[in-house]
């Protein structure tokens, strides 16, 4: 008995490319893009294949959707996992935790292995050898590598902040759907070749049916996709909750306003250091926003001086400089350096001494110091895993702090 079964890889990739775009679309959207990406991967390749390959099966493909739907936040999950891991037994101080390459590959891998192995099963040979494991453990790899690739990627658009994830689906999906279509084809291959043998009188044919325990693994896979669903709409909320809390909180301690006068603007030059400091060169110095209460001014620091335009440059460090009405708003600024400090990690800020100043480190995100200076407040932020302290050096002498212990405390 032989089955023909046709499987275009090149379709199934195209369709990763389409999921990959959207992907894109709902990347500035946290509570979509969690569950939407994988939703979308799912969607477009169970369109595949009902349409191409005429796939009927109503729970096979209600089954790889929600596979689909999971394995993109089980791999962000085990990325941050390693991440953590990898942090913990390594000698990085963990006030400057970055996200290291090795953990998108353990995320990738993950990722395809659910999809990859799911898809083999479900379209693939109904008997799993040795050969196929193997082959599908192999092509997992290859989705840990994309994961790497996309990363990388995303690393150098974001200065390897990493606050939203563009490039990572849209080159892990349309890779790990053409994986897919090529283990389906070669699986395909050795399954007609099985069953093109005449079986021996009296041996027992393989079953071919898909096992039972298909509508439970179905089962279980809804109740929990729907359970993770319901938690983080309620934590969206409770987070909701807090940050309005938070809010008032910190309109409630806002010293009086000075009344509408602007404050009166200065040059970049006298507000920035706009020389060298210790191989470090400034770029991209700009006056930027200003609202009814001051000024702000920022420049980066990168290891290349005057880089040509249009060209991709790490940035080291960067500085940003606020002009407030007077010393009250400046220490109260600097004691609120970023109001989702308060929500998201409370004990981010503590009072550090460098070079004989008391200073606030914050440890939320990428390592910071925050400081007042009589009406100045003074941010230096390094978005490598090392502190500059030559360039922390030059900006306390230039604005020498203005907290003391007993004025600094804990948030």
């Known amino acids: ?106 995320g990738g891998f993950a990722g395809a292995l659910l999809v990859l192995g ?14 196929v494991v193997g082959m599908v453990l192999l092509c997992s790899a290859v989705g840990g590598v994309l994961g790497v690739i996309g990363a990388a990627a995303d690393g150098i658009r974001t200065h390897w902040i990493y606050y939203d994830m563009r490039y990572l689906p849209l080159i892990w999906q349309p890779g790990a759907a053409l994986l897919l279509g090529l283990l389906l084809r070669d699986n395909s291959n050795s399954t007609v070749a099985e069953m093109s043998v005449t079986p021996v009188a009296g041996e027992a044919i393989p079953e071919t049916e898909k096992p039972r325990w298909v509508a439970g693994v179905l089962l279980v896979l809804l109740l929990a996709l729907i359970g993770f669903w319901a938690f983080t709409n309620v934590q969206t909320e409770r987070a909701g909750i807090r940050l309005q809390l938070a809010a008032k909180h910190y309109e409630a301690e806002a010293p009086p306003r000075p009344g509408d006068t602007l404050v009166e603007p200065r040059s970049l030059e006298d507000v920035l250091i706009l020389d060298p400091i210790d191989g470090l060169h400034p770029w991209q110095a700009l006056a930027g926003r200003s ?35 007077n010393e009250q708003w400046a220490q109260y600024q600097a004691k609120n350096p970023r109001l989702n400090v308060l929500v998201v990690s409370p004990d981010s800020l503590s009072k550090v001494r460098r070079f004989d100043q008391v200073v606030l480190q914050d440890t939320y995100s990428n390592l910071c110091f925050h400081w007042p200076s009589g009406n100045f407040v003074v941010s230096v932020c390094f978005d490598t895993p090392y502190i500059h302290d030559a360039l922390l050096n030059q900006y306390l002498e230039k604005y020498p702090s203005s907290l003391t212990l007993a004025s600094t405390g804990k948030k």
């Open 118 to 131: 799911a898809g083999v099963i479900q379209f693939g040979s109904k008997q799993v050898n040795r050969r």
């Open 1 to 106: 008995m032989t089955k023909t079964i046709r499987t275009s890889p090149a379709f199934l990739a195209l369709a990763g490319v389409i999921s990959g775009a959207f992907a894109i679309l709902i990347s500035t959207t946290p509570q979509v893009n969690y569950i939407g990406v994988g939703l979308a991967f799912g969607l477009a390749l169970i369109t595949y294949f009902a349409g191409f390959e005429k796939q009927r099966s109503l729970l096979t493909l209600a089954l790889f959707l929600c596979i689909c739907t999971v394995a993109w936040p089980i791999a962000n999950l085990v990325a941050f996992a390693a991440m953590v891991i990898s942090h913990a037994v390594s000698s990085v101080d963990p006030p400057a935790l970055s996200i290291p390459l090795p953990a998108f590959f353990v």
């Open 291 to 325: 609202w009814s209460l001051g000024r702000q001014y920022s420049v980066g620091y990168s290891a290349v001086k005057d880089p040509p335009p249009a060209t991709f440059v790490q940035r080291i460090a960067l500085v940003e400089v606020a002009q407030m009405p």
